[in-house]
């Protein structure tokens, strides 16, 4: 495991320096004591963004696909006030990590890359977060190591509890299809309309998407999240235009009684990280830094409640009590 400032990534000339520009430009805003760790895999190295104290409980961070770790800016110093921030490039997508030998074909792989992640990075066990694919990857992972993962935060995950929309998958189409990169700034313009998404971030996810070549995001089936052990925060994005929101949390709560569920409701999926952070650290770091005895009395009691309905719209109802 090494510390570098700099990394090498697999865009052509022209398309990488304009992606590392962005890319670079967002890593910029982390926290002042960040510090830039390459970590040797059998997939390859993986480039980890650390923030907070040394020695202090681990949380990993898995972002969506096309996002990076450097998405986490408005978040890593709300997480690293009592948490060790480790904000992965995922292996197979945008960012400083470059794939090795061993290829990433299955989940099977991405599991075991994770297993070598953490081993380089000396966390026997801690929490992970994840948004959207980075979600199911936590989710998944969880799964398969129950005694590496401590806690588990799912914001607005995808393909965890419930499929994508028939109209969010047709609106995606054109850009996966040819994904130039005002054609993806325009696609998240509509899609995360009415929130204060970063703009910075959005150009960096268009650069992803339009330009960096040798992309190949691994995917499975569907996790048995009934299976699940560690305690359990659903974030929820309310106006989700990716899934019904409703749906994902009335099939988490079916699968997992014990979890916790809220929800963002002036929030859409690709809003998530950047957009209204305040909110987010809040409700992640009161998860984080619970008692585990209070978090189960917490799962219990009264939750947020979200109401499936048109447009991604859920309202937030409190349980009434017995």
């Not at 495991?1 to 990534?9: D, K, L, N, V």
């Not at 972002?63 to 998405?71: D, I, L, N, R, Y």
């Not at 966390?123 to 398969?144: C, D, F, K, M, N």
């Not at 330009?211 to 996790?223: E, M, N, Q, S, T």
Request: aromatic share 6%; proline share 7%.
């Amino acid at each position: 495991m090494t510390e570098s400032a700099s990394g090498s990534g697999s865009a052509s000339a022209s398309a990488s320096q304009e992606f590392f520009a962005a890319y670079d430009a967002l890593l910029a805003r982390w926290p002042a004591g960040t510090a830039e760790i390459d970590v040797p895999t059998p997939y390859g190295t993986t480039r980890v963004h650390a923030y907070g104290p040394v020695g202090a409980p681990a949380v990993l961070l898995l972002h969506g696909g096309g996002s990076t770790g450097a998405v986490w800016f408005a978040n890593a110093a709300a997480l690293g006030a009592h948490h060790r921030v480790l904000a992965v490039d995922i292996l197979g997508d945008a960012g400083r990590s470059v794939r090795g030998s061993r290829p990433l074909r299955a989940s099977a792989d991405l599991m075991g890359w994770l297993d070598a992640l953490l081993d380089g990075l000396g966390v026997r066990s801690g929490a992970l977060l994840g948004h959207s694919y980075g979600a199911w990857i936590a989710l998944t992972y969880a799964l398969h190591a129950p005694d590496r993962v401590d806690r588990l935060v799912l914001l607005d995950p995808t393909r965890c509890f419930a499929g994508f929309r028939p109209g969010f998958l047709l609106r995606s189409l054109p850009v996966l299809v040819r994904p130039r990169a005002a054609r993806v700034l325009a696609y998240l313009d509509r899609e995360t309309a009415g929130t204060d998404t970063d703009p910075d971030w959005k150009r960096l996810f268009a650069l992803a998407a339009a330009g960096f070549a040798g992309r190949k995001l691994v995917f499975g089936r569907r996790p048995d999240a009934g299976a699940l052990r560690a305690p359990l925060l659903v974030l929820l994005a309310g106006r989700s235009g990716a899934h019904d929101p409703g749906k994902v949390a009335a099939r988490a709560r079916a699968a997992v009684p014990h979890a916790r569920i809220e929800a963002l409701p002036r929030l859409t999926h690709y809003a998530l990280p950047t957009a209204a952070p305040a909110e987010t650290n809040r409700t992640v770091c009161a998860f984080l830094e619970a008692d585990r005895a209070d978090l189960a009395d917490r799962a219990t009691g009264p939750t947020a409640k979200v109401s499936p309905g048109r447009g991604g719209r859920p309202r937030r109802r409190r349980r009434r009590r017995a």
